[in-house]
């Protein structure tokens, strides 16, 4: 098992440009989740799934779109990138169906935008 | 979602047992008390979970103080590779995981 897979590694983009950061996850979880970095600061969830079809908004949204494009894949859209947006951003998977139930990360794509 | 404290960082030796405190003064009754951890450059792993009752399992040791008020993870021996920043997490029945600054554990040879 590859367990949660990110791509790409690293991206630099240019402020205005877009881009999608990739997540895909071999475990059959049913919810999934995207969540950002920044420098010394523990993690926060821009958008989650609970399940196959469903997307709704965690803490930190704005600038941002996501798509749960199948159950093992969970996309993240960044339209016009922002100097803001620089950060490191993982994603992670869960299973549902009982409570609680640990988060499986992925190893993160590290995102420069300038 | 309560909040945890936890101290900033922690220095340990190696092979040596480590306690990380994590203070939860407004948990509720159906809060779960999880810890992560975060290797340098790594995302997130998962360490270990409880309600009430201490916790055992290969990384680690969870104690829960008798009125859930406070909680601490143990490291029976900690080796240079338990370096990283450890996470005090309360999850209520939605269970997402809201993540503070950690404690960041240094491991001397």
């Known amino acids: 098992n590859a367990g949660v897979t990110q791509t790409p590694k690293f991206q630099v983009l240019k402020t205005g440009q877009s881009m999608t950061l990739q997540c895909a996850q071999d475990m059959n979880h049913n919810s999934m989740y995207w969540y950002r970095q920044d420098p010394g600061m523990g993690l926060r969830l821009i958008y989650y799934?609970?399940?196959?079809?469903?997307?709704d908004k965690g803490e930190v949204p704005n600038g941002y779109n996501v798509s749960r494009l199948n159950k093992r894949e969970f996309s993240l859209r960044l339209e016009s990138a922002a100097p803001s947006q620089t950060s490191v951003y993982f994603c992670?998977?869960?299973?549902?169906?009982?409570?609680?139930?640990?988060?499986?990360f992925g190893p993160g794509t590290r995102l420069t935008v300038t | 979602d309560a909040k945890t404290t936890q101290p900033n960082s922690m220095e340990s030796n190696e092979e040596e047992p480590v306690h990380l405190p994590c203070n939860h003064s407004t948990i509720s009754g159906t809060d779960y008390i999880h810890w992560y951890r975060q290797l340098p450059s790594q995302g997130p792993e998962y360490v270990i979970h409880g309600l009430t009752s201490n916790v055992n399992n290969r990384m680690a040791s969870l104690a829960i103080a008798e009125d859930r008020k406070s909680s601490t993870l143990i490291l029976h021996r900690a080796t240079l590779r338990d370096a990283a920043v450890y996470y005090c997490i309360l999850t209520g029945a939605n269970s997402k995981l809201t993540f503070g600054k950690g404690i960041t554990l240094s491991v001397r040879p």
């Open positions: 799934s609970a399940s196959e079809g469903t997307t």
């Open positions: 992670a998977s869960s299973p549902t169906g009982g409570y609680p139930y640990e988060q499986y």
